[in-house]
């Protein structure tokens, strides 16, 4: 969660620093929030795992490798939306 934190205030300052529309501001916000939200659900999911399953099963570590997966690939989609919003503008 750090991590998006930090990702988060870099991608605002280039943003401020860019220029950004406001239509690429709404993009950018909005994958900014629906990457901490979605991390704030894959913790959830992993604390509501360890409760349910206090010891090591299969299942578990399925369900949380399934979550962490999900964040994963929003992150992923996140940094090529950043790529085509900030690239054009830098050159």
Same mark, same amino acid.
């Given at each position: /969660?750090?991590? *998006? ?8 300052? &280039? ?5 950004? +529309?406001? !239509? =690429? ?9 629906? /990457?901490?939200?979605? =991390? /704030? /659900?894959? +913790? &959830?999911? =992993?604390?509501?795992?360890? $409760?349910? !399953?206090?010891? #090591? *099963?299969? $299942?578990?570590? =399925?369900?949380?490798?399934? &979550?962490?997966?999900?964040? $994963?690939?929003? &992150?992923?989609?996140?940094? #090529?939306?950043?790529? $085509? ?7």
């Amino acid at each position: /969660m750090r991590l *998006h934190l930090l990702a988060a205030l870099v991608v605002l300052a &280039a943003g401020v620093w860019t220029g950004l +529309s406001k !239509s =690429e501001w709404l993009i950018v916000l909005l994958v900014i929030g629906g /990457m901490l939200a979605l =991390e /704030m /659900m894959n +913790s &959830a999911i =992993e604390r509501v795992v360890d $409760l349910a !399953s206090p010891d #090591i *099963h299969p $299942l578990a570590k =399925e369900a949380k490798d399934i &979550a962490a997966g999900a964040v $994963l690939v929003f &992150a992923a989609a996140s940094a #090529i939306i950043g790529l $085509l919003i900030f690239i054009p503008k830098w050159f």
